[in-house]
Structure formats: structure tokens, C-alpha cells
């Protein structure tokens, strides 16, 4: 009896892990496909765009997302950054993001392209 029970035991068992994993599986391929566009790290941005980011990020949402675009770590003049700060659905203020900085990144005639910044 006590075999036949450590037995149904292991199978439960085994199928909850086997469901968890693929429920974990899916997680992970909605989270990479959740954003189309390229993405930056805070930590990589040139300081003067990560010291607009500091001065943003209080006003931030969960749905506010920023997008930069930089030739140079030190010339203004070759650097994009902006922002969709006040959005209501995160994959707006993203593709609103990324147009604003494409917008901005095509009249200073910035070669490098626009990444969504993450942090």
C-alpha cells in the first residue's frame, strides 16, 4: 500500500513539474516577443542622456518607455533621446518612443539607430 502511494505520489508529481515547466517555457517566449524593437542598457547610455533619464524617471509609469540614439558619448549634437512618458498601454508609449527618437534621430543626422532604453 505504502509502495502503490510514494508511486502516485512521484507521478503527480513529475506531471505538476512537467506543467510548470511549460508554463514557464511560455512565459519566457511572451517576455522576449513582448517588444519588436532593439534595446539599449541604462548603464550604456552616454552620461548626458542617462542624466535626462534620472531627471524623467519620477514622472514614469510602468507604461512609459524612452528611446536613444547616439554617434558620440560626448557630442550633444549627435545624440537622440526621447521619451512617451504619460501613456496608458506600454506597446504605445514603445512605438511612440521609438518614433519620436527615429523623428529626431533622422534631422541631426544621427547614424546609429534607436533603442528602447531598459534599465
Known amino acids: 500500500m505504502m509502495k502503490n502511494l510514494k508511486q502516485s505520489l512521484f507521478v503527480?508529481?513529475?506531471?505538476?513539474?512537467?506543467?510548470l515547466s511549460v508554463m514557464v517555457g511560455m512565459v519566457l517566449c511572451v517576455s522576449a516577443a513582448a517588444s519588436p524593437f532593439p534595446t539599449i542598457h541604462l548603464s550604456e547610455l552616454p552620461d548626458p542622456l542617462r542624466s535626462v533619464w534620472k531627471e524623467l524617471k519620477p514622472e514614469m509609469t510602468e507604461m512609459s518607455h524612452c528611446a536613444a540614439a547616439f554617434d558620440s558619448h560626448s557630442d550633444g549634437e549627435k545624440m537622440a533621446f526621447r521619451c512617451s512618458i504619460h501613456i496608458k498601454m506600454s506597446a504605445e508609449g514603445e512605438r511612440r518612443a521609438m518614433k519620436y527618437c527615429e523623428e529626431k534621430r533622422a534631422e541631426k543626422n544621427i547614424k546609429a539607430p534607436c533603442r528602447l532604453v531598459v534599465e
Open 12 to 19: 503527480v508529481c513529475g506531471q505538476v513539474f512537467r506543467w
